[in-house]
């Protein structure tokens, strides 16, 4: 851990900026966040940029005087009130800032006086991050929606993505899990939410996503599947909904250790893979041996969420490649699982001698003016990626995502050496 | 901190049209139907294109985290480029609890240990501002320490929009640095560019015409801006706010305090340039200046002119309607009339009082001035046959289910549609729209659905 008294270029994002994207795999939801206007115009900013489509979210717009004289409850209670002027969501996910925590305003108090169905969830920014406010708030809609349950359908599966995996890959994912003869369902599913498409009603609240009621019913789900560690204990969370259902935690889904081991698993729940998985495996195990020549020798800087940095690291270590260090935006459990000489919780400017040695960089776009600098290949990957058009479906993960995540780092790698 | 007076004296701008019939200024903004920054956001806004100082954001990592490096101010700064950086002091639990000063002042010396920048700007925070960190005293003793300005920025998102967080910064730098430095020289020529951010190099557009007249940029605030260049700004003939209402308290006070004159222009498209240069020209009351003004403007504009002739025979006879906020709604309309279309309405929804005065003016008797456009810029592309809609995102959709054009107007924009060589940027992208045939095949409906 960086024992600098400061961030410089920092690859850090809040809390509550994960809770809203959190929020957008609901369908007909409006992320509601309890704090100054600014907070939410920013994240609303950033991930229009990063989708290149409307972003639902609304603000309670606390301001010196509400700080000051009001617990909450007023803004939160007007601001569901003029949203209902628009618009009826279905579902209301109402998260604090640092503003509001620091003041102590009480959620759970303000939530209960709403008509609407509401989830609340305690978000600060100034603790945990991006990927620990995506996980608080799946963890508070399986608390606060989900109905316990004694039976199962012995078909269901719940999965639980975790905060950097893109549209498309929970759409794999899910097809993923069907293959193997069960159905699906994702909590958040961006897959249908912020896949990119061309809609109606655009941006007045979330276009697509996980409905409310399957939420509800997802306790019947013969097991849960956690996608990387920070979603392990929202997956003890639901399972105590349902004493038959099984846990399964799998750290990734990147490479083809990581899906082996989510295969396995699900021919442990009695699941048989189809024809197109295996072919699938079969297509990866040719593509390893196809790209190891060029990635075998590189160098790579990969900087990111340490879920998704698990995943990435373990794929390229796969074919030999060697990730001179691993740039984690938060510190996790789960970095001691990293595939790099090095894992480090910091910032752009703690990366930047490592960077001079490198190959090739894979993180977000604030690396672009790195990479240019130093003369280095990249590929852009995690939030934000402000530059690329259709980042939501680019697919890196399970069998066929790893095919083409390696093949995309083998030729970028070497383009960049052939033309620089 | 602020001190109430200035707070109450921000909000209440006497120079905005719009204080002159509301008993109070800036409003507060409406829970769950507020979209738009914060003060903190607009202090940035105006401050962060100083590229020769660090901006150090003292708060938690949303402030910073998700704001650095989003804004295409250019500069010519050598070195370090410190409007592309992000420095935060990444606020965390513990300094909530126990303060964030001494951190704040470990930040600063960080900062100047390791880049020298000339100038540190800090910023407090809805966070910072709560738990009472006192930003004035540790800046002071920093400047002291350092022998640099240490300007501290009071701008707690909650004290209100972008606007107001403009002023806030505008009030920083009159407080901290303005008359704080000689200039080497001056001539009776010297201005200063206020409001200009030179986002896509939009000054870089007319600044060298203006030199070529022979009169100075003697700062700005902040395009291209060099925190060394405002200190001297005292002594300036002229203040030019450049599309910038909120930082007319700024000019005003230098008029208070220096006798500065001020005056308010926009470089957007042929008339309004050349409207700019011209008052700039004639506020300096130099005869000389005005005519040799008068000539190059002329000049500029035959070159323009020759240029957009293939432009404007295409754009004969083509509607547009215009959805932006402030003074997009205005300026954009002006540039597009320069190109020969025609503009049935523009949307004045997030405008202020000004804005709509001027846009009026621009569009004419017959303007349609749009206070709901989502509900009225359907019907008027049907009534109206319009050729193409320029506005944000959400309104994609409406261009497509009319097969008409569409320019994302509020997307963060890469090239310069600024002076008059930005026009023909402008031009050449309207012109593309128009051309291309994306608009009425994405919008197409499904072999497998009916036609409705």
């Keep these: 851990m960086s024992a600098k008294p400061l961030q410089v270029n920092p690859i850090k994002l809040s809390q509550p900026m994960g809770a809203t994207l959190a929020f957008l795999g609901v369908k007909e939801c409006m992320p509601l966040m309890h704090g100054a206007q600014g907070c939410a115009s920013f994240t609303k900013v950033f991930y229009t940029r990063h989708f290149h489509d409307p972003i639902a979210i609304q603000t309670t717009a606390v301001n010196d005087i509400t700080a000051v004289f009001d617990g909450g409850d007023v803004g939160i209670v007007t601001a569901v009130e003029n949203i209902t002027k628009k618009v009826t969501p279905k579902l209301i996910g109402l998260f604090s800032t640092g503003l509001t925590e620091t003041k102590g305003d009480d959620l759970r108090g303000a939530a209960s006086k709403l008509t609407l169905p509401v989830v609340w969830v305690n978000t600060p920014d100034y603790e945990g991050g991006f990927e620990s406010g995506w996980a608080l708030s799946v963890e508070a809609m399986i608390t606060q929606l989900v109905k316990p349950s004694s039976t199962i359908d012995s078909a269901k599966i719940a999965v639980l993505p975790h905060s950097t995996m893109k549209p498309i890959e929970v759409e794999r994912l899910k097809e993923f899990i069907e293959g193997f003869g069960f159905t699906a369902v994702a909590l958040p599913d961006l897959s249908t939410s912020l896949d990119g498409f061309l809609g109606e009603k655009q941006g007045q609240l979330s276009a697509g996503g996980v409905e409310v009621q399957d939420i509800m019913e997802l306790a019947s789900s013969m097991a849960v599947i956690a996608v990387g560690g920070s979603m392990a204990k929202a997956a003890g969370l639901l399972a105590q909904k349902n004493p038959l259902m099984k846990t399964v935690t799998v750290e990734s889904i990147g490479g083809l250790g990581a899906t082996d081991t989510l295969a396995k698993a699900l021919c442990d729940l009695g699941g048989r893979p189809s024809e197109k998985i295996k072919r699938w495996r079969a297509r990866l195990q040719d593509a390893m041996l196809d790209t190891h020549f060029i990635l075998g020798k590189a160098k790579v800087v990969v900087a990111g969420e340490p879920d998704w940095l698990v995943g990435v690291c373990s794929a390229l270590h796969e074919v030999g490649a060697t990730v001179s260090v691993a740039l984690s935006s938060v510190t996790s459990p789960v970095l001691q699982n990293v595939k790099a000489d090095q894992t480090i919780v910091g910032d752009l400017e703690d990366v930047q001698r490592f960077v001079e040695e490198c190959d090739m960089i894979i993180g977000n776009c604030h690396f672009e003016r790195v990479a240019k600098k130093y003369h280095k290949s990249l590929i852009v990957r995690g939030f934000p990626d402000w530059e690329s058009v259709g980042s939501q479906l680019f697919d890196d993960c399970l069998y066929e995502g790893g095919c083409g995540f390696l093949f995309n780092a083998a030729n970028t790698l070497e383009s960049h050496r052939a033309h620089g | ?452």
């Design chain 2, 1 to 452: 901190m602020l001190a109430r007076q200035t707070i109450k004296e921000l909000y209440n701008e006497s120079s905005c049209s719009h204080n002159a019939e509301k008993k109070s200024g800036c409003e507060k903004p409406k829970p769950g139907a507020t979209t738009g920054g914060c003060a903190f956001e607009g202090a940035q806004i105006s401050l962060f294109p100083y590229a020769d100082a660090v901006h150090l954001v003292h708060g938690p990592i949303t402030c910073l985290g998700a704001s650095w490096e989003t804004r295409q101010t250019k500069t010519s700064v050598a070195g370090y480029d410190f409007t592309q950086m992000g420095f935060t002091t990444d606020t965390s639990v513990n300094d909530v609890i126990f303060g964030g000063d001494k951190k704040l002042s470990d930040a600063i010396d960080y900062c100047v240990g390791h880049y020298a920048p000339s100038a540190v700007f800090v910023y407090s925070t809805c966070v910072t501002a709560l738990i009472g960190d006192d930003i004035d005293a540790v800046c002071k003793d920093a400047a002291a320490r350092h022998s640099i300005p240490v300007v501290p920025v009071h701008s707690p998102g909650f004290l209100g929009g972008k606007n107001f967080g403009s002023r806030i910064g505008g009030e920083a730098v009159l407080e901290h640095l303005v008359g704080t430095l000689e200039p080497e020289t001056t001539t009776p020529y010297d201005i200063n560019l206020i409001g200009e951010y030179n986002v896509t190099g939009d000054m870089w557009q007319y600044t060298p015409l203006l030199e070529s007249l022979g009169i100075r940029i003697l700062s700005t605030l902040a395009g291209d801006g060099r925190v060394e260049r405002i200190r001297t700004a005292h002594r300036a003939k002229l203040n030019v706010i450049v599309c910038a209402k909120s930082l007319v308290t700024f000019t005003r006070k230098m008029n208070e305090r220096y006798g500065i004159p001020f005056i308010s222009v926009s470089f957007y498209g042929k008339r309004d340039t050349s409207r700019a240069i011209l008052e700039i020209a004639t506020a300096l009351k130099d005869d000389e200046l005005i005519e040799r003004t008068k000539k190059l403007i002329e000049s500029e504009e035959a070159k323009l002119e020759a240029k957009l002739l293939e432009y404007k025979a295409f754009f004969a006879g083509k509607k547009a309607i215009l959805n932006t906020g402030g003074n997009k709604s205005w300026s954009i309309a002006s540039a597009l009339q320069d190109l020969g279309l025609e503009v049935v309405a523009t949307s004045v929804n997030k405008a202020t009082e000004d804005d709509i005065e001027k846009a009026r003016e621009y569009l004419g008797e017959n303007a349609i001035l749009m206070k709901v456009p989502g509900v009225e810029q359907p019907k008027l592309i049907k009534e109206h046959n319009v050729d193409i809609l320029l506005a944000g995102g959400r309104s994609l959709y409406t261009a497509l289910k009319n097969k008409i054009a569409f320019v994302d107007v509020n997307q963060e924009k890469k090239i310069s549609y600024g002076g008059y060589e930005g026009l023909l940027n402008l031009a050449e992208d309207v012109m593309h729209a128009l051309k291309n045939p994306v608009f009425k095949l994405a919008g197409s409906t499904a072999p497998w659905e009916v036609e409705s």
